[in-house]
């Protein structure tokens, strides 16, 4: 995968990988205690044709992790920065899992940088999600946390996991599932955690939903990207969120759990490709405003 890249914004450094030269662009965006490298069985694929960014948001990865706002909006900000940055005026929006929840957040606050939407496992579509994020956003997961991700498991767990790929056994669900445990060994990585999950998780599941503003992704063209056998985020969120965005296209890919880039990447960059080659990026700014004026539609309304 191409190398990692950094800059300073609002005096944090960003970590972010960037590759292709094409006229649009793609951003892409990872999930909880993820980092750009889930992307890694992706992204070259989609660099041949166009410009793709993936970046480890702040307090993931190899970014900064400070004290502050981990809200979804406050990521959207972040990425918004990046993109000016960079030079990026806009992008087709990928984002998994918590990523998700972040497209659709960057979608609504800045319509402008966005030419398509993908909702990959997303979160931000209904209360269900995994009881053991549940049960970590709980007070107190801070102080249990260095017991159960103590760093001699984490580096057992690397090397077998190195062992396994150099034998050339996929495990990719697993590889991806252990990256994010083994990231909460690290001290600086498990508060940033915390902080981001009680953003958008408590005991009874999601508290963030943008249920009742999906209409306004019609003025987007979105595609909505899930396993069916997700046990962190349930597949109905996506049967429910198709249902709910008019146009949407839904792609579900059997026997998938949680990381369809990961464990299904030649079908995951033919389904985008081929969604963003058979769409057109919006051109009419109007679009969003006539959607808000005329709300969503109801039953009997």
């Not at 450094?13 to 649009?24: A, K, L, Q, S, W």
């Not at 892409?28 to 993820?34: D, N």
Request: aromatic letters at 6%; proline letters at 6%.
């Amino acid at each position: 995968m191409v190398g990692r890249s950094q800059v300073v914004l609002h005096g944090h450094r960003v970590t972010y990988r960037i590759d292709g030269d094409g006229d649009e662009a793609i951003l892409l965006i990872h999930g909880m205690a993820g980092s750009s490298r889930t992307w890694g069985e992706v992204m070259p694929a989609l660099a041949r044709r166009y410009r793709v960014l993936a970046p480890d948001l702040m307090g993931h990865g190899e970014s900064a992790k400070p004290m502050g706002d981990y809200s979804l909006g406050a990521h959207a900000s972040g990425l918004r920065d990046l993109m000016a940055r960079l030079g990026i005026e806009r992008a087709t929006v990928v984002g998994q899992s918590l990523g998700g929840g972040i497209a659709l957040q960057l979608a609504y606050q800045h319509p402008e940088l966005c030419d398509r939407l993908v909702l990959v496992s997303s979160g931000g579509l209904g209360r269900e999600v995994s009881p053991i994020l549940r049960l970590l956003s709980l007070p107190g997961s801070e102080l249990v946390l260095p017991l159960v991700a103590p760093a001699f498991v984490r580096d057992k767990g690397t090397a077998v996991n190195r062992w396994l790929r150099d034998q050339g056994i996929r495990t990719s669900w697993m590889a991806e599932m252990w990256r994010a445990y083994a990231s909460l060994a690290d001290a600086e990585n498990r508060r940033a955690f915390v902080r981001t999950l009680r953003s958008v998780v408590d005991l009874g599941g999601q508290t963030v939903s943008a249920n009742d503003r999906l209409y306004l992704a019609a003025a987007l063209p979105t595609m909505i990207l899930w396993g069916d056998h997700d046990d962190i985020i349930p597949v109905a969120h996506a049967y429910a969120a198709h249902e709910a965005i008019p146009g949407s296209r839904l792609e579900v890919f059997p026997g998938v759990r949680h990381f369809p880039q990961s464990e299904a990447p030649e079908r995951f960059v033919e389904v985008l490709l081929d969604f963003i080659a058979t769409t057109e990026r919006p051109h009419d700014a109007t679009r969003l405003h006539d959607l808000l004026v005329e709300g969503p539609e109801r039953p009997g309304a």
